[in-house]
């Protein structure tokens, strides 16, 4: 069985996002979704800025990734718990500790194990606790996103979570295209207005049939391959769900603002902390055993 590495999944992102553009590129000759198309092309040229600043992260290794990741969930974090709390210096606080716990999690070797055991403890808290602002933020998005990046260090688990991400923005963008195209269902009024049932289910069958296809032509196992988008389609959805019910709380529309067209950080990796968090914590669990 072929190994997972870095230039397979550099390989494909490269691929996919040539294959979005040139479906960008096709609607864009049709008149009447030409304006469709130029709205497609901006989303997509954010989300390959970030995609490729990530990937150079994950080549430039280790050391990029101590530097980055704990600055990425201390910025996740503050977005979370001012939203919820409203207060600038207790979301800072937050942000530091968080960054703290991810650069300790991500340098020593039970940094996964202690995640996964602070997760239960936090949702256990959120049904018999009394603050439950705090625990829900650290169910999502603060503890899955410590526990991400503590598997971003790990060699055999780094290029999975790089083509999770690859996995969460074809999901995304497909049940973008689909929802706008042929949307007419909405799946999630309260949480998520904008979701489609048609746009998921389109974007949920092409995850599904580009990984096989590149399963196939690099010799990886389908059904792990369909198992592992499967879960991905899934958990994407979750954390996407997740973090619109902080905003919903908050009453507002996206969070404090990083990148352009995107909002904030939690904004663009939402679906991805869910995603990388359950791969990791999988991934944790049979260590264990």
Not at 28 to 33: F, G, K
Not at 53 to 73: D, H, K, N, S, Y
Not at 117 to 137: D, M, P, Q, Y
Request: glycine share 8%; with cysteine; aromatic share 8%.
């Amino acid at each position: 069985m072929t190994a997972l590495t870095l230039p397979h999944v550099t390989a494909a992102i490269v691929a996919v996002y040539a294959f979005g553009f040139g479906i960008i590129a096709v609607l864009a000759l049709i008149p009447a979704r030409r304006k469709d198309a130029v709205e497609f092309g901006k989303t997509l040229g954010t989300a390959t800025a970030l995609i490729a600043v990530l990937t150079a992260l994950f080549w430039l290794g280790e050391t990029a990734l101590l530097i980055a990741m704990p600055i990425v969930v201390a910025r996740i974090s503050f977005e979370a718990v001012i939203l919820r709390l409203s207060s600038k210096r207790f979301a800072s606080l937050t942000g530091l500790t968080a960054g703290a716990i991810t650069l300790s999690a991500m340098l020593f070797d039970l940094g996964s194990t202690a995640l996964l055991g602070l997760f239960f403890v936090a949702l256990a808290r959120a049904f018999i606790g009394r603050r439950k602002a705090i625990a829900s933020t650290l169910i999502f998005p603060i503890l899955p996103a410590c526990l991400l990046a503590s598997g971003t260090v790990e060699p055999a688990l780094a290029p999975l979570l790089l083509v999770s991400y690859l996995m969460v923005e074809i999901f995304d963008s497909f049940a973008l295209f689909f929802g706008v195209m042929w949307g007419r269902t909405k799946a999630f009024p309260t949480l998520s207005p904008n979701k489609t049932v048609e746009g998921l289910f389109g974007g949920g069958i092409a995850l599904l049939t580009l990984s096989l296809i590149t399963a196939a032509a690099l010799g990886f196992p389908l059904l792990h391959t369909a198992l592992t988008a499967m879960l991905v389609g899934v958990l994407a959805v979750v954390g996407d769900l997740a973090a619109s019910r902080h905003k919903r709380i908050a009453g507002v529309k996206d969070y404090p603002q990083v990148l352009p067209r995107q909002g904030g950080l939690l904004d663009s990796l939402d679906s991805w902390i869910a995603a990388g968090a359950g791969i990791t914590a999988l991934h944790t669990v049979t260590q264990i055993w």
